[in-house]
C-alpha cells in the first residue's frame, strides 16, 4: 500500500459495512495495519452487531447505533489498552460485522434414498427436500465456533454442515413418525414445525436460530412411483371393457395418423375390426352369460315362497318334508342357484318325484 493509501486509512474515521450482497454473513472491516483512531465512529446498522477482537481476544460486541470509540462507550477494551491513563494513539484492533438478518431459501435434502418400513407397502425408499431459514443470534459464539479469523464469511461456508445435520434429523424424525407414505403430503406443515423444533438447540450451539423448516416434497423412487401409478390407475379404470375399447381406439387413430409406417393400412384395418367385435360383443345380449352349473357332488338346495316371504335353502330331503307338511304344493315358487327364475315346484325336474305314486299296486293273486 502506497504512503497516500496509508495517510487516508489513518484519517478516516468512519467505521461501517453496507451489505450488497444477499448471502454475507460475517465481514472483517478492513483497516491499514488494523490501526483504529481513538475517538473514530463506529455506525452499526439495524439487523448488524459489531465484534471488537483486540491481539486475538475479543473486546466488546456493539448492537445497532452510531458509537465514538474512546473510553466511556468501550469500557472492556479500555481497561485492555490502559485508556484511563489518557492514552490516545491509535490503536490495533479488529472489527467484525455480523449480519443478523434473516437468510432464507437455504436448500437441504437427502443425498440418498432413507429407507423406511410403511404400514401399507412394507418398506420403501423416500426422497424429500425443502428450504430452511436462520439467522446469528449470538455474534461471539458464531465468530468463535464457526468464522474463526475468516475475512468474509458466506452462507455457502456453512450450508454443508447444516444441511447434513437436517438431513441427518429428518431420517430419525420420519422414520419414527409411523406416518404412512400416502398421508404424509397432508402433514408436511406439521412435519416443519416438529423438524423446527427438534433442531433448533443445535442450531443455537452455533449462535444461530433455526426460524423455520419446509419440507416442501417427499418423493418415492421412479420404479416405486411408477408402482404406484399403474396401481391407482387400476383403480380409476373401473370398466375394464370399456377402457380396453378407449386404448384401441387411440391406437387405431395413432396408426391411422402415420400413413408413411409401412403396414399403417393393414394395422389400422386390423384394429378396427377386432374393436368392432369387441363391441359386438359387449353389446349383445348373451354376452355376459350367467355362470356354469354347480358341479353334481355339490347337494341341491331349493328356496320356497310361503307366506309372501322366500324361505331356505332347502336339499331336496328336507323339500319333501316341506311337501309333507303341506308347505309346499306343486304350484309352489321355488328357486335354485341353477335355475333363471322362480318356478313351480311341480315342474322342477328334480322336485317332480315328490308327488308321485310313492307305492305301485300288487299285481291279481294268481288262481284268484
Not at 481497561?79 to 484511563?84: I, R
Not at 416443519?192 to 436460530?209: C, D, K, N, S, V
Not at 377386432?274 to 356354469?292: F, I, K, Q, V
Not at 311337501?323 to 306343486?330: F, H, I, K, N, T
Amino acid at each position: 500500500m502506497g504512503l497516500f493509501s496509508k495517510l487516508f486509512h489513518e484519517f478516516v474515521d468512519v467505521i461501517e459495512w453496507v451489505d450488497d450482497s444477499s448471502n454475507t454473513m460475517v465481514y472483517r472491516f478492513e483497516r491499514y495495519g488494523n490501526e483504529i483512531k481513538y475517538g473514530a465512529r463506529l455506525i452499526v446498522r439495524e439487523a448488524q452487531f459489531a465484534v471488537f477482537v483486540n491481539e486475538g481476544q475479543v473486546a466488546d460486541v456493539l448492537g445497532p447505533g452510531t458509537y465514538e470509540l474512546e473510553t466511556r462507550n468501550l469500557p472492556i477494551l479500555t481497561t485492555l489498552q490502559n485508556w484511563h491513563h489518557g492514552f490516545q494513539s491509535p490503536f490495533k484492533a479488529e472489527v467484525y460485522f455480523c449480519n443478523a438478518r434473516r437468510f432464507t431459501d437455504m436448500k437441504w435434502g437427502t443425498k440418498q434414498p432413507l429407507m423406511l418400513r410403511d404400514s401399507e407397502f412394507g418398506g420403501l425408499r423416500i426422497r424429500a427436500f425443502g428450504t430452511y431459514g436462520v439467522r446469528i443470534t449470538d455474534a461471539l459464539r458464531f465468530i468463535r465456533e464457526i468464522v474463526g479469523t475468516d475475512g468474509v464469511f458466506t452462507t455457502d461456508e456453512i450450508s454443508a454442515q447444516l444441511r447434513n445435520l437436517i438431513t441427518s434429523r429428518f431420517a430419525t424424525i420420519i422414520g419414527g413418525a409411523g406416518i404412512p407414505v400416502l398421508d404424509m403430503a397432508a402433514n408436511y406443515d406439521q412435519l416443519g414445525e416438529f423438524l423446527t423444533r427438534r433442531i433448533a438447540p443445535e442450531f443455537g450451539e452455533y449462535g444461530l436460530e433455526l426460524t423455520r423448516i419446509l419440507v416442501e416434497n417427499i418423493s418415492l423412487p421412479p420404479a416405486v412411483s411408477e408402482a404406484l401409478d399403474k396401481r391407482t390407475s387400476m383403480g380409476i379404470t373401473g370398466n375394464l371393457d370399456r377402457y380396453l375399447q378407449y386404448q384401441t381406439g387411440v391406437a387405431m387413430e395413432a396408426a391411422a395418423g402415420n400413413p408413411g409406417g409401412g403396414a399403417s393400412d393393414g394395422i389400422g384395418m386390423g384394429i378396427g375390426l377386432a374393436m368392432a367385435n369387441r363391441m359386438n360383443e359387449s353389446l349383445a345380449p348373451g354376452a355376459h352369460p350367467s355362470p356354469p352349473p354347480i358341479p353334481g357332488d355339490v347337494p341341491l338346495a331349493f328356496h320356497l315362497v310361503a307366506d309372501g316371504a322366500a324361505h331356505g335353502p332347502f336339499t331336496v330331503e328336507a323339500m319333501k318334508q316341506q311337501a309333507a307338511s303341506g308347505r309346499l304344493q306343486e304350484d309352489t315358487l321355488v328357486w335354485s342357484p341353477q335355475m333363471s327364475q322362480w318356478e313351480a315346484a311341480g315342474t322342477v325336474e328334480a322336485l317332480a318325484g315328490i308327488w308321485s305314486k310313492s307305492s305301485v299296486s300288487p299285481p291279481p293273486i294268481p288262481g284268484s
